[in-house]
């Protein structure tokens, strides 16, 4: 079975020089293993009844999970596909020579730069991992892995559609979300350790090797990228569905009276929720009960801290890493709200 | 993973999307109407993936592995950077087989019902009614009319409304609903109306609904509640455009 796996796929008429007789290989997790508990499962579903699929909560809970997935797999096959251009095609050293040299000053222009990836949130972690892998400063690469999916145009139309006749809540999303990607990136440059990144973005080896095929590298990195990240991605859509479906809207009235409480409720809704960049703003705009500062820390925290993205960063950037910086953008990000959403709101 | 395995992964994603937006419309039951190209793209681009790679195989992927046999127990996919998918990957396929096999339902009525209704934006000034009857109104704009309209045009006009019902819970009525995507299901937002004067119709059944305003509160006021009198209820199927705020679009 293996054998016949192997030569699957293999056009007729393309000369190939016959491989070797069929050997057992030892995988961690073999096909078979696979093959058998899927089978495994499938016979219990039969057996116990499908019934459980059809009550409206799971069937609710499957919709919004698949919603998330379905939405976001344009944007992270952009991203990858990016990704795998920047790791293929580009000189390993355009960005060293683009930005500036001082990793201080790199971190706001990486910033900035972030305005020119359009779409969600899910494109920019491939993005940021390859430029790290090309020799980007980690410090610059985060700054534009957390401004990008928060300040890039077709998100701030979105802002101004849904809080028509406030501009303030524009300039205050841009403004906050920017000082909160510089500050995470210097606070990088302070703190950061590079043992926290997967082995792999420490030793910036990769991109093209001499003598291989640049389109068959492309290729190949691409498909490697969006498979990982994609199975990331079906992970952390299904954890914000569960909070989605379970978590009754009546919770949001008895935070919405303390301002501070309000801010923080509304910061870690963004988390849980996972909603797009491209559609938060609407959300936000319907929570009427909260003060704008409490609705700027929601468009600020989301684009930048939501399950989907945690596990996407845990994925390409490894645990350890994930949730430390995480963490620190909640917090940094709340603080810019607070202190930006109070001069402009 | 395995290579044939990536390669079937990838082309069953690609064939779920494309049978979710080319073949059948169910991707409108997950995301705006808005992002069907991108998502056809999507799924053209990974069919040309599996293609490649299955065309690949062959010839340079190969080549490395080709001047020698792979030790017994060695790793398998060496030769190029990315070593070994991980895992998780497999979680790819949950996806990608109810796309193409078990696509779940669109939300209904148990979202709607644990949903707040969605508030309805200020408007200032309100165009005329048009003369038709029953007047087909959206149920944003028939909210916006009892609770905003100083004039007071809804009043004594036979409006029709489209929605799906979700039973009240607590007493005898019930609520025509409509779920709003802004980008997709996880951002859903829900539309009500309460209706009065009928039995309750099972849950999630679209109906046409014509009526007059439920007079409750003062009309133009925010005292005002967005209900109507049910004169007569006529189930219709889902329309195209269900999860947007406008009127049913239907397939002609």
């Given at each position: 079975m293996e054998k016949t796996d192997e030569l699957v796929g293999v056009p007729e008429g393309v000369a190939v020089v016959p491989v070797g007789p069929p050997v057992r290989r030892m995988r961690p997790w073999p096909l078979g293993t696979a093959l058998a508990l899927a089978a495994a499962a499938t016979a219990v579903l039969l057996l116990a009844g499908t019934r459980w699929l059809n009550e409206p909560?799971?069937?609710?809970?499957?919709?919004?999970?698949?919603?998330?997935?379905?939405?976001?797999?344009?944007?992270?096959?952009?991203?990858t596909a990016l990704s795998g251009a920047i790791n293929a095609f580009v000189p390993a050293d355009l960005f060293t020579r683009v930005l500036p040299k001082r990793p201080a000053l790199a971190v706001p222009v990486a910033g900035v730069a972030g305005a020119v990836l359009p779409g969600c949130e899910c494109a920019s972690v491939p993005v940021a991992s390859s430029l790290i892998r090309r020799g980007v400063p980690p410090s610059a690469a985060f700054a534009f892995l957390l401004s990008a999916p928060a300040i890039n145009p077709v998100v701030l139309t979105a802002t101004a559609v849904a809080f028509p006749g406030s501009p303030a809540m524009v300039a205050a999303r841009l403004l906050a979300s920017l000082a909160t990607a510089a500050v995470m990136g210097w606070l990088w440059l302070w703190l950061g350790k590079d043992k926290w990144l997967r082995p792999l973005l420490r030793h910036r080896h990769t991109g093209h090797r001499h003598g291989h095929s640049?389109?068959?590298?492309?290729?190949?990195?691409?498909?490697?990228?969006?498979?990982?990240?994609?199975?990331?991605?079906?992970?952390?859509?299904?954890a914000a569905a569960t909070f989605n479906v379970t978590m009754p809207r009546s919770v949001l009235d008895t935070f919405s009276g303390s301002p501070w409480l309000s801010v923080l409720f509304l910061a870690g809704l963004a988390v849980l929720l996972a909603v797009c960049s491209e559609a938060d703003a609407f959300v936000a705009a319907s929570l009427t009960g909260f003060s704008p500062t409490a609705r700027l820390a929601f468009l600020v925290v989301g684009p930048m801290v939501d399950?989907?993205?945690?596990?996407?960063?845990?994925?390409?950037?490894?645990r350890a890493f994930a949730w430390r910086f995480s963490a620190a953008t909640t917090v940094v990000a709340v603080v810019a709200s607070v202190l930006i959403g109070g001069a402009l709101l | 993973m395995k290579r044939p395995v990536q390669t079937l992964l990838l082309a069953l994603t690609g064939a779920g999307l494309l049978?979710?937006?080319?073949?059948t419309d169910t991707y409108l039951r997950y995301v705006k109407a808005g992002l069907r190209p991108l998502l056809i793209a999507s799924g053209a681009v990974?069919?040309?993936?599996?293609?490649?790679?299955a065309a690949g195989r062959g010839g340079r992927d190969r080549a490395p592995h080709d001047h020698h046999e792979p030790p017994?127990?060695?790793?398998?996919?060496?030769?190029?950077?990315?070593?070994?998918?991980?895992?998780i990957a497999w979680l790819l396929f949950l996806p990608a087989v109810s796309l193409v096999f078990y696509a779940p339902p669109a939300l209904g009525a148990y979202t709607a019902a644990r949903a707040g209704s969605k508030p309805v934006a200020v408007q200032s000034g309100f165009a005329p009614l048009p003369a038709t009857s029953p007047l087909p109104l959206t149920l944003t704009d028939f909210t916006k009319r009892v609770q905003q309209d100083r004039?007071?045009?809804?009043?004594?006009?036979?409006?029709?409304?489209?929605?799906?019902?979700?039973?009240?819970?607590?007493?005898?009525?019930?609520?025509?609903?409509?779920?709003?995507?802004?980008?997709?299901?996880?951002?859903?937002?829900?539309?009500?109306?309460?209706?009065?004067?009928?039995?309750?119709?099972?849950?999630?059944?679209?109906?046409?609904?014509?009526?007059?305003?439920?007079?409750?509160?003062?009309?133009?006021?925010?005292?005002?509640?967005?209900?109507?009198d049910v004169e007569e209820a006529r189930p219709v199927a889902r329309p195209v455009n269900a999860f947007t705020d406008d009127l049913p679009l239907r397939p002609s």
């Open positions: 909560a799971v069937q609710a809970w499957r919709t919004v999970s698949l919603a998330i997935t379905v939405q976001a797999l344009p944007f992270l096959l952009l991203g640049r389109r068959t590298e492309f290729r190949l990195g691409f498909q490697h990228d969006f498979l990982h990240a994609g199975g990331f991605l079906v992970l952390g859509a299904m399950l989907k993205l945690i596990a996407l960063q845990a994925g390409t950037f490894g | 049978h979710a937006t080319l073949l990974l069919l040309l993936l599996a293609l490649a790679g017994p127990g060695a790793g398998h996919d060496h030769g190029h950077d990315h070593t070994g998918t991980p895992r004039s007071r045009a809804v009043r004594s006009r036979t409006v029709r409304l489209t929605g799906f019902v979700t039973p009240a819970g607590d007493d005898d009525g019930w609520y025509l609903t409509r779920i709003i995507f802004s980008c997709c299901a996880a951002d859903s937002q829900t539309v009500k109306v309460r209706m009065y004067g009928t039995e309750v119709p099972p849950a999630d059944t679209w109906l046409e609904v014509t009526g007059t305003w439920h007079a409750r509160g003062t009309l133009g006021t925010a005292t005002a509640e967005a209900a109507l």
